[in-house]
Nanobody, 128 residues
Framework: QVQLVESGGGWVQAGGSLRLSCAAS????????MGWFRQGPGKEREFVAA?????????????YYADSVKGRFTVSRDNAKNTVNLQMNSLKPEDTAVYYC????????????????WGQGTQVTVSS
């Protein structure tokens, strides 16, 4: 069982930055792929970014991004702290959504159904 708690959401003007964090419980964090998804008002949940399981110093890791955030968002993980982060720069009003982190181990990191555990979400609001 993995519990996930997101933090770092808030209100920001367009062009600003926010850093989301997701704290995970459990001792096998490094073995989970971690993803970020979002759901805007009146929209379906969509993939934002993901980072594969492992450790960059030993196994190497891979990152994945939605086209809409590529070049603006950066996903990273700290296995020693059981956290995954999403640095969001150059924010746009269309980035307004509830952001969720998720943990999974079935590959297909862009697909929501690949993830077994989800956080409660954190609201990000970007004003124009």
């Amino acid at each position: 069982q993995v519990q996930l708690v997101e933090s770092g959401g808030g209100w920001v003007q367009a062009g600003g930055s926010l850093r989301l964090s997701c704290a995970a419980s459990g001792r096998t964090f490094s073995r989970y792929d971690m993803g970020w998804f979002r759901q805007g008002p009146g929209k379906e949940r969509e993939f934002v970014a993901a980072i594969s399981w492992g450790d960059i110093s030993t196994y190497g890791i891979s990152t994945y991004y939605a086209d809409s955030v590529k070049g603006r968002f950066t996903v990273s993980r700290d296995n020693a702290k059981n956290t995954v982060n999403l640095q969001m720069n150059s924010l746009k009003p269309e980035d307004t959504a509830v952001y969720y982190c998720a943990a999974g181990s079935r590959g297909a990191l862009r697909i929501g159904s690949s993830y077994d555990y989800w956080g409660q979400g954190t609201q990000v609001t970007v004003s124009s």
